[in-house]
C-alpha cells in the first residue's frame, strides 16, 4: 500500500510512452512491438543508407568499401547524356505540376462546394487514376498515343513522334488526381463563413476568393503541387512507354542503366535523385504543417 | 425625421426544398432599435438574418433597407454588416488588417482608413492589440475583434447571430451590457439573434418571438412577458403553470375557463376567445400567492383549493410545488422579503392551502 | 413568386460557376484517362498483323488465347499469388509497427508517420536498385559472409527477392490506412475487455482488429492493386526469371518483336477487370459497415 503511490507515478510516466494496453512495468509484448518498429524502421532505411554510402565508395562495383571518393559524381555531372535526362525530368515536372496543380484545385473547389448530380461518378473517375495499376494507364496511353499520332499522319501528312509532350500529357493525368485529393483535404476544414464575412464586409466573390480563400487553402495547393511534382521527378513507367525516340528522362535511363549491373555511378544518380525526393517530402510538410 | 423602417420585411419565405425555414414572416424593425429575434434552436432565426444579410435569397415577399427594396442585392452591396456567432476573424490577417478589410474594399483612402480602424479598435477597448492575430486573443476579445470590424464600416444596421453564444457566463453578461451601452453610443439598429429569453429580454427595445419559421409576437420585453398572445410565447418566455379547460364565459378583455374538475378560473384575454372554445390559463410562479383555507377572499380573487407537496428555499425566493389534483401541480414562488431563520413559521408539506390570484395576473390563451 | 425566378437564375449562375471548374480537369480526365481505357478495350478486340501492325479485324482470339494457353494462364495466377503473399507480409509487418506508432505521444508519432511516409516520396526504381547492392552475389550480405568465412548465398534473382522488394515497397501504404484506423481507435475499450476478463489476445482478435478493419482492407487495396501489376521488382529483383502480368504486358507492348498489342490490351483489360472487382468488393464491404 505505501509503495503502491511511487509505483503508480512510474506506471503513469510509462504509459506515455509505451502501449496504453496493458498500463504497468515493462511486458513482453511491448518490448516485442519496440523491437520490431525498430526493425521495421531499420529495413525501410538500411537499404537507402547502404545506396548512399556505396555511392562514395572507391570500389569499381560499387558493393564494398574501399575507400572515400567523389568520382562517381564528379562523372555523373560530366556525363551529357545522364544530365539531360535530368534536365528533360525537371522541364516535364514543371510542366506538368503547373497544369496539374491548377486543374486539380479546381476539381478540388467543385466536388468540395458542390453538390450535385453525377458527383459520385466524377469522384470516381478522379480517384480511378490513383488505384489502378500504373501500367494499364501506360499502356493505354501508349495505345492511344499511337492512335492519334496515326491519325495525324494521316490527316496532315506529317509524322509526329512521342515526345516530351506525351510524356506531359500523361504526367499530368495522373498528378490531377493527386493533387485534387490533398487540396479537398485543405479545404475539409475551411469554414466557408470566412467567405461570408469578406462579402458582408464589401468583398465581391472575386476578391473574396483571391483575399480569403486562396490564402486559407494555400498550403494545401502547395502540398498538392509538391506532390505532383515528385511523383513527377519519379515516375518511371509512363515515362517508359510514353517517351520517344532521342527524349530521354532520368529514371528511364537509371532503369536502362540498372537492369544491366549495379555501378556506383548509379548509387551516386539515386543518392542525388533521394535527396530531391526527401527535401522536396520534408518541404512539403513544412509548408503544410505551418499554422 | 422619420425615415420609415430601417428593416422591413413582408411576408417573407425561405424554403430549403420543400420545407419552409422561414415562412411568411413579415417584421417592421425602427431605425436605431435594438431588436431580436428569440426563439428555440432550429425555428429560422439564422435564416431571417442571412436573407438580411444577402447571404439567402428569399424564396418569395419582399425584403428592404431604409425603404429600398434589397431582396436580390447581392451581400457586398447592402448597407449592412454581420457578426458572426463563431466570430469568423480572418486568421491570416492581424486584427488591424481585419477590421480594415471592409474599408479597404470600399476604397477608404489610406489616410483615412488608418484613423478610422484605430477609432473603432478604441471603441471595442482593443487599441493595444492591432498587430495581433486573431488566435493570440481569448474568446472576448475575438468577439470585439468581430465588432469592431462590423462597425468600422458605419453599417445601417448591425446583425448579430448569437454573437454571445460562445463564451462562459460571466463574460457574457459583461458583453450583454457593453454590447446594449455601444449600441447607445453609435446608435446604428441592432438586429439579435438569440435563443436565450434572459439574453432577449434584458437587451432588448423590442423582441419577435419565432418558431417553426413563424413570427408568433413581436412587442417590448415588457409586452412579450406580461401579455403573451399565446401558449408557445408564454412557455417559451419565462416559467409558468398551464392549466386546460373551456370557456364558459367571456367579457369584454376578460373571460373564465372551467376544468374538467369543475373549477372556474379567470384571466386576461390578450386575444378574444369565443365561448365553448379550449382554452389553457397561463399563470406564473411568482404572480400567485397561497394562502391559508381560512384566508380566502373569494370576492375579488379566483382560488383553488391545493395541498402543499414540497417546499424549496432558493435564498431570494422560496420555491413550493402544490398539488391541485391527482394528476397537477403547480409551481408558486414566494419572495423571502423577511430575514428569519424560522422555518418552522413557514408552509408544511401536506397542509392544506388556497392559490389565489387576481384575474388580471393570469392569461386565458387559445391554441 | 417573381422572386423564386430569381432563385432560379441564381441557381444557373452557380452551374455555371461549377461547370468552368469541374470541365478543364474532367476534360483531361476524360481524354488522357477513361478515352484511352476505351481504345485498349477496343484494342484488345483486334487482330495483330505479321510485323506487329495492327489489323482492323475483329476477334476474340486474345481473350481465347490469355484464357487457355498456360504460360499467360501462369502468369495471372503468379501475380494473383505474389501480391495475395505481399499483401500479407505487409500486414503481419505493419499493423504492429502502426500500433506502436499510435502509441507513442504526439511529437514522436508525427516524426514516426512521416519516417514512414518519406518512402512513399522517393524514387521507387532506386529504393528496388538498393537491394540489389545487398542482395547481389558480390553484394553486403556476401561479402559479410565471406569476410566471416561462411558459405554464400543465392539471393538475388529469386521468387524471395522478388517478394522481399514489393514488401519493402508497398508496406508504407499498409501502416498509413491502420494508423489512421487506430487512431480513431478508442483504447480504453480494450481495458474494459481486459476488466471482462478477456486475455489480451482475446480483446485484440475480439475488440481491436475487428473495429481497425476498415482501415486493413483500405491498406490491403492500396497494398494488393499496384503489385498485381508491377514488373520493375520481378526484373530487378527476381531476374525475370518468371513472367509476372505485368513483365507480360510490358514484353508485349515494348520489347518482343514482332510486338503483340492486342494481346497486351486483352491481358491489361483482364487485369482492370479482375482488379475493379476487388475494388467493388471492398467499397460494398465498408459502405456495408458505415450502415
Ligand atoms: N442551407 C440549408 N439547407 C437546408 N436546410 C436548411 C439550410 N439552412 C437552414 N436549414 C433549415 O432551416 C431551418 C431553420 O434553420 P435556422 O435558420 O438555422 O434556425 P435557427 O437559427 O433558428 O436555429 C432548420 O430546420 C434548418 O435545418
Ligand atoms: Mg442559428
Same mark, same amino acid.
Given at each position: 500500500m505505501i509503495e503502491a503511490q511511487p509505483q503508480n507515478k512510474r506506471a503513469q510516466r510509462a504509459a506515455s510512452w509505451w502501449p496504453r494496453f496493458n498500463s504497468g512495468a515493462l511486458t513482453w509484448g511491448r518490448l516485442t512491438l519496440t523491437l520490431h518498429a525498430f526493425l521495421m524502421y531499420l529495413f525501410l532505411y538500411g537499404p537507402i543508407f547502404v545506396l548512399v554510402v556505396f555511392s562514395f565508395t572507391r570500389d569499381e562495383f560499387g558493393v564494398r568499401w574501399t575507400g572515400f571518393t567523389l568520382e562517381w559524381y564528379v562523372r555523373m555531372f560530366a556525363n551529357d547524356r545522364l544530365m539531360g535526362a535530368a534536365g528533360n525530368t525537371l522541364y516535364v515536372a514543371f510542366v506538368s505540376t503547373v497544369v496539374s496543380t491548377i486543374f486539380g484545385t479546381l476539381l478540388a473547389?467543385?466536388?468540395?462546394?458542390?453538390?450535385?448530380?453525377?458527383?459520385?461518378?466524377?469522384?470516381?473517375?478522379?480517384?480511378?487514376?490513383?488505384?489502378?495499376?500504373?501500367?494499364?494507364?501506360?499502356?493505354?496511353?501508349?495505345?492511344?498515343?499511337?492512335?492519334?499520332?496515326?491519325?495525324?499522319?494521316?490527316?496532315?501528312?506529317?509524322? =509526329?513522334?512521342?515526345?516530351?509532350?506525351?510524356?506531359?500529357?500523361?504526367?499530368?493525368?495522373?498528378?490531377?488526381?493527386?493533387?485534387?485529393?490533398?487540396?479537398?483535404?485543405?479545404?475539409?476544414?475551411?469554414?466557408?463563413?470566412?467567405?461570408?464575412?469578406?462579402?458582408? #464586409?464589401?468583398?465581391?466573390? /472575386?476578391?473574396?476568393?483571391?483575399?480569403?480563400?486562396?490564402?486559407m487553402i494555400l498550403p494545401g495547393i502547395l502540398g498538392g503541387a509538391l506532390l505532383a511534382f515528385t511523383l513527377s521527378l519519379d515516375n518511371f513507367i509512363i515515362s517508359l512507354f510514353l517517351s520517344g525516340p532521342g527524349t530521354s528522362l532520368l529514371p528511364v535511363e537509371v532503369y536502362n542503366k540498372v537492369r544491366r549491373a549495379v555501378t556506383p555511378e548509379i548509387n551516386a544518380i539515386s543518392t542525388l535523385m533521394l535527396a530531391v525526393s526527401i527535401t522536396l517530402v520534408v518541404l512539403s510538410q513544412l509548408v503544410q504543417r505551418r499554422r | 425625421m422619420h425615415k420609415g423602417y430601417a428593416i422591413e420585411l413582408a411576408n417573407v419565405v425561405k424554403r430549403f426544398g420543400e420545407v419552409a425555414a422561414v415562412d411568411h414572416v413579415t417584421l417592421q424593425i425602427h431605425d436605431g432599435e435594438f431588436f431580436s429575434l428569440l426563439g428555440p434552436s432550429g425555428c429560422g432565426k439564422t435564416t431571417t438574418l442571412r436573407m438580411i444579410a444577402g447571404f439567402e435569397y428569399p424564396s418569395g415577399g419582399e425584403l428592404m433597407i431604409h425603404g429600398r427594396p434589397m431582396a436580390t442585392v447581392p451581400p457586398h452591396h447592402r448597407?449592412?454588416?454581420?457578426?458572426?456567432?463563431?466570430?469568423? #476573424?480572418?486568421?491570416?490577417?492581424?486584427? +488591424?488588417?481585419?477590421?480594415?478589410?471592409?474599408?479597404?474594399?470600399?476604397?477608404?483612402?489610406r489616410a483615412e482608413l488608418g484613423a478610422r480602424v484605430q477609432a473603432a479598435l478604441d471603441m471595442v477597448r482593443l487599441a493595444g492589440f492591432a498587430e495581433r492575430y486573431p488566435r493570440q486573443m481569448s474568446g472576448g476579445q475575438q468577439q470585439r475583434v468581430a465588432l469592431a470590424r462590423a462597425l468600422v464600416n458605419q453599417p445601417e444596421v448591425l446583425l448579430l447571430d448569437e454573437p454571445l453564444g460562445a463564451l462562459d457566463q460571466k463574460l457574457r453578461k459583461e458583453m450583454q451590457l457593453e454590447l446594449k451601452s455601444l449600441q447607445h453610443r453609435v446608435g446604428i439598429t441592432f438586429i439579435f439573434v438569440t435563443h436565450d429569453q434572459e439574453e432577449a429580454l434584458t437587451m432588448s427595445d423590442r423582441i419577435a418571438v419565432m418558431n417553426q419559421g413563424k413570427v408568433l409576437q413581436v412587442g417590448t420585453p415588457t409586452e412579450i412577458y406580461e401579455r403573451p398572445t399565446c401558449k408557445f410565447v408564454a412557455d417559451f418566455i419565462g416559467e409558468t403553470n398551464f392549466i386546460e379547460g373551456t370557456v364558459v364565459e367571456q367579457s369584454d378583455e376578460y373571460a373564465t375557463i372551467q376544468t374538467p374538475d369543475g373549477l372556474q378560473l379567470r384571466g386576461y384575454t390578450p386575444r378574444p376567445v369565443n365561448l365553448g372554445e379550449a382554452a389553457t390559463l397561463s399563470l406564473r410562479p411568482e404572480k400567485a400567492r397561497l394562502v391559508l383555507p381560512s384566508h380566502a377572499r373569494p370576492e375579488d380573487a379566483f382560488t383553488m383549493p391545493v395541498h402543499v407537496e414540497m417546499i424549496t428555499y432558493i435564498g431570494s425566493d422560496t420555491r413550493i410545488t402544490v398539488r391541485l389534483n391527482e394528476r397537477r401541480t403547480l409551481d408558486v414562488w414566494e419572495q423571502n422579503t423577511l430575514s428569519t431563520l424560522d422555518r418552522n413559521a413557514y408552509w408544511q408539506p401536506g397542509e392544506a392551502a388556497v392559490l389565489v390570484c387576481p384575474p388580471a395576473n393570469a392569461l386565458v390563451l387559445t391554441e | 413568386m417573381a422572386l423564386s425566378s430569381f432563385e432560379r437564375e441564381q441557381q444557373r449562375r452557380e452551374q455555371r460557376r461549377l461547370i468552368a471548374l469541374l470541365a478543364p480537369g474532367m476534360l483531361w480526365l476524360l481524354v488522357f484517362f477513361l478515352l484511352p481505357l476505351l481504345v485498349i478495350l477496343v484494342y484488345s478486340f483486334l487482330t495483330n498483323g505479321p510485323r506487329g501492325n495492327l489489323l482492323w479485324q475483329p476477334t476474340l482470339q486474345n481473350y481465347v488465347d490469355l484464357f487457355t494457353q498456360s504460360s499467360y494462364v501462369n502468369?495471372?495466377?503468379? *501475380?494473383? /499469388?505474389?501480391?495475395?503473399?505481399?499483401?500479407?507480409?505487409? @500486414?503481419?509487418?505493419?499493423?504492429?509497427?502502426?500500433?506502436?506508432?499510435?502509441?507513442q505521444p504526439p511529437r514522436v508519432r508525427l516524426v514516426l508517420l512521416i519516417l514512414v511516409l518519406i518512402p512513399f516520396w522517393t524514387n521507387f526504381l532506386v529504393r528496388i536498385y538498393a537491394w540489389q547492392i545487398i542482395l547481389a552475389n558480390n553484394?553486403?550480405?556476401?561479402?559479410?559472409?565471406?569476410?566471416?568465412?561462411?558459405?554464400?548465398?543465392?539471393?538475388?534473382?529469386?521468387? !524471395? +527477392?522478388?517478394?522481399? !522488394?514489393?514488401?519493402?515497397?508497398?508496406?508504407?501504404?499498409?501502416?498509413?490506412?491502420?494508423?489512421?484506423?487506430?487512431?480513431?481507435?478508442?483504447?480504453? @475499450?480494450?481495458?474494459?475487455?481486459?476488466? #471482462?476478463?478477456? *486475455?489480451? /489476445?482475446?480483446?485484440?482478435?475480439?475488440?481491436? @482488429?475487428?473495429?481497425?478493419?476498415?482501415?486493413?482492407?483500405?491498406?490491403?487495396?492500396?497494398?494488393?492493386?499496384?503489385?498485381?501489376?508491377?514488373?520493375?521488382?520481378?526484373?530487378? #529483383? !527476381?531476374?525475370?526469371?518468371?513472367?509476372?502480368?505485368?513483365?507480360?504486358?510490358?514484353?508485349?507492348?515494348?520489347?518482343?518483336?514482332?510486338?503483340? /498489342?492486342? @494481346?497486351?490490351?486483352?491481358?491489361?483489360?483482364?487485369?482492370?477487370? =479482375?482488379?475493379?472487382?476487388?475494388i467493388l468488393l471492398y467499397f460494398r464491404s465498408t459502405t456495408e459497415e458505415d450502415r
Open positions: 473547389l467543385a466536388m468540395e462546394r458542390h453538390r450535385f448530380r453525377g458527383r459520385t461518378g466524377v469522384d470516381a473517375v478522379i480517384y480511378l487514376p490513383v488505384v489502378i495499376p500504373e501500367i494499364a494507364m501506360a499502356v493505354s496511353l501508349l495505345a492511344f498515343s499511337a492512335l492519334v499520332l496515326e491519325f495525324i499522319r494521316v490527316v496532315t501528312g506529317e509524322v =509526329v513522334r512521342r515526345s516530351l509532350v506525351t510524356v506531359i500529357i500523361g504526367h499530368i493525368a495522373f498528378s490531377i488526381s493527386f493533387v485534387t485529393i490533398v487540396v479537398r483535404a485543405s479545404l475539409k476544414h475551411f469554414d466557408r463563413r470566412l467567405e461570408e464575412a469578406a462579402r458582408d #464586409l464589401g468583398a465581391n466573390s /472575386w476578391q473574396t476568393f483571391w483575399r480569403i480563400t486562396f490564402p | 448597407p449592412v454588416n454581420t457578426v458572426f456567432q463563431s466570430y469568423a #476573424l480572418f486568421p491570416h490577417m492581424t486584427v +488591424a488588417q481585419n477590421v480594415a478589410f471592409g474599408l479597404k474594399m470600399k476604397r477608404v483612402p | 502468369a495471372y495466377v503468379r *501475380s494473383l /499469388w505474389i501480391s495475395g503473399l505481399t499483401t500479407l507480409f505487409a @500486414l503481419l509487418l505493419g499493423y504492429p509497427l502502426a500500433l506502436f506508432i499510435v502509441k553484394g553486403l550480405i556476401n561479402t559479410t559472409l565471406g569476410a566471416m568465412g561462411l558459405p554464400t548465398l543465392f539471393l538475388l534473382n529469386t521468387e !524471395g +527477392a522478388t517478394l522481399l !522488394g514489393l514488401v519493402y515497397g508497398e508496406l508504407p501504404f499498409m501502416v498509413l490506412p491502420i494508423y489512421a484506423a487506430l487512431d480513431r481507435f478508442d483504447f480504453t @475499450l480494450m481495458e474494459a475487455g481486459a476488466d #471482462l476478463g478477456a *486475455s489480451k /489476445w482475446h480483446a485484440f482478435w475480439h475488440i481491436m @482488429l475487428p473495429m481497425t478493419m476498415p482501415g486493413v482492407a483500405a491498406g490491403a487495396v492500396l497494398v494488393f492493386i499496384p503489385t498485381i501489376g508491377q514488373f520493375v521488382v520481378s526484373e530487378l #529483383l !527476381g531476374g525475370a526469371k518468371v513472367d509476372y502480368i505485368g513483365n507480360l504486358i510490358q514484353r508485349l507492348f515494348l520489347r518482343s518483336n514482332p510486338p503483340n /498489342w492486342p @494481346l497486351g490490351s486483352a491481358m491489361s483489360t483482364v487485369m482492370m477487370i =479482375v482488379l475493379l472487382g476487388f
